[in-house]
């Protein structure tokens, strides 16, 4: 028997089963130009291809695509609009609202630039149309094509962290156009190749192959100032790419790559039960077979992928291209990146009820008398909200005190009594009797609050009808589940709770966390995205920035609930997952969202902002959705604290943190967000933090609605009994 095991396979023999929901198949978004009828990814790079004008752009890093549709006074054309933006674009007013200011508020790349347009002389506002196939976890296939026609087409596939914008020419006569305006395009020797300079002074290659020899060659000319052209139809593949301005060489590596081209992306992950501190993961970039290489695929890596490569298995080329919000990429060739992750997180249930062990009388007292107290309050009344996102909070914090009643304090009786409660007020969930039921939705694939449908307001819960954080909503119910499922056990009442709960509960994490591409209910990864790193928590909204995510300790808490739920029903591969989806968030956190002084992909003036507040795809924003308090940009990053916070929130960051905003007691308030910053405090200062906590004049107002002052007494004194996490 071997000891590797792959962590994303689907035994073909578990059958597909049907959401246990009452089920429609209708949604107020409309599904524009898919022509794929799978599930489809809310939440993924591409959707402003199909929501709203459909115009908006989309990141694949280092370039962003838009197709401009030619509508009247715009000056784009019509086509695959292509463009990329530097650090030194990013003059005022892209840092503001005072770009004199240290650290500024935000900051933005300029968006519609059209540095080159993709298109054909027959292809325009009445003759074409653009649709969308093959829509995955990475990638996507855009079609420009004229209407009514299978014959006359260009297909471009488009993959994260593309070298090349790739376009397949079906009986076209290839044009390009461009706002910034063509200084000079000339033909490298007899080559298939030219060198395009633009009026901004980039230049840009292009390379054409093509698959039809009875047709003449390409030949481009150049029409004015905006427009390349040729005279003849062309089948075959046209490739462009943009020349770093400080790479004179760049053509040496450009050249042998020129040709292959990948068409989706496969990641893999296996882990090693001789070697669990590690995992390792892999991008397979599937190659078209009319490729000219089998392996010199040029492609872009972000700092963090860089990191964790296995660096003797890459040829690498260190900062090329600039990102829009992380930093500088790294040029790659080959089809296959093998990645690794050295430090998992292994701590879970067992480690805080085996520190009980070491946390002295006095302490145990304290925790118990406040869980005595606590644990009269009354979860069903809590939790009975018209919101999934603070019912699940709700929940969760009953999950957490009665895990400190039955694993820290052991207190057996209490903890059946707590347990029952929170059965019964899960309950209203599991049997979807709550304000707003879910409901299974066929037009895109997923489940969502009736909220939506019953008021006619997309933004009801945070938007949950149109998938916007749901990794945050059903988090919350997953980790409660597994808390359940495990005090079940501990406490000898067997396993008919977890039996009858697990359909919901898969639901949930097959809602965002899906992994079967047979699955025709829902979508691969909803939320979270494995090129960057994170999930994203923007649905179906069309967004001019992109997607967007608010909360790191949110996402990391889904994933924490994942490896514990995992855990609790014997699915190894999801508990492994969940590890390695903590580690690549731990090193994408560290380099992008939570930001220590010498952070190095984020701009010098942003970075004593310590966190970036919401990140987008194209623009950073130090701020809210709910204010613009620096207790809520800051907490929302720490909530909800929990034994993971310490692994994604390091310590030297914590310390720079609270030096900066909270080392003066008032600045952390008087309301329940004070309660989040010092159980964040107890990261570096477990025994301050544990004196805030149980001082006679404690207020209950300091707590939010998802945590108790039992469960971060424990947190404390759990902190205090183990060794401090590595500070990498």
Known sequence: MTSRQEIFSVSSSVPIQAPPFPSRNDHPVPRTGITDQAPISTNKFYANMFLGTRTQ???IHPFSVWW???????????GLSVSHTTAEQRASPAFGPDPNADPVQYYFNPTGIQSLCLSAMELGPTSGEMTLNNLEAMSVEMKLGLCNSEEQNIKIPLIQGSGFISALYNNLSPKFTSTVLFRSVSQVGNSLKWRIQLEDGNVWLLYAFPFNAYKPALKLHLKGKSTIESRHQFDGLIQVTKVPRDERQFDTLAD????TWANSVQVSAYYDISCPSKIGYTFDFRLDSRSCSTNNLLMYALPHHVESLKKKTHSTYPEFLQSTTKGVMTAIVGSYWNLQEDHIFRDDFCDMNASSDTIILSKIAKIASSAREEALGDPTAESNLDSMYFAGKALDKYACLCWVICAVLKDTDLA?????????????????????????????????????????????????????????HYGYFIHTAAFIAKMDDMLGNGKDWLNANKPFVDTLVRDTANVNPSDKYFPVSRAFDWFHGHSWAKGLFESWDGKDQESTSEDAYFSY??????????????????NLMLAVQKRAFRNYFLLQDDNQNQPRQFVKNKVTGILFENKVDHTTYFGNDIRFIQGIHMIPVSPVSRYIRWQRFVREEWKRYFAQDPLTGDDGWKGILYSNYAIIEPNKAWNFFAADDFKRAWLDGGATQTWYLALCAHFMGSLPLEED
């Open 68 to 78: 401009s549709n030619g509508a009247p006074g715009s000056s784009q054309g019509w």
């Open 256 to 259: 042998p790559c020129a040709g």
């Open 57 to 59: 752009p989309v990141w």
């Open 561 to 578: 609930g994942l490896k514990l739920w995992g855990s609790v029903i014997g699915d190894n591969a999801l508990e492994q997952r969940a």
């Open 416 to 472: 059946q009594k707590t347990l029952s409660k929170l059965k019964e007020a899960f309950s209203r969930f599991a049997e979807n009797r709550q304000r707003f039921p879910l409901t299974y939705e066929s037009a895109w694939g997923g489940l969502v609050s009736t909220a939506m449908y019953e008021t006619g307001d997309l933004m009801m819960d945070f938007g949950n009808g149109c998938y916007n954080d749901h990794h945050f």
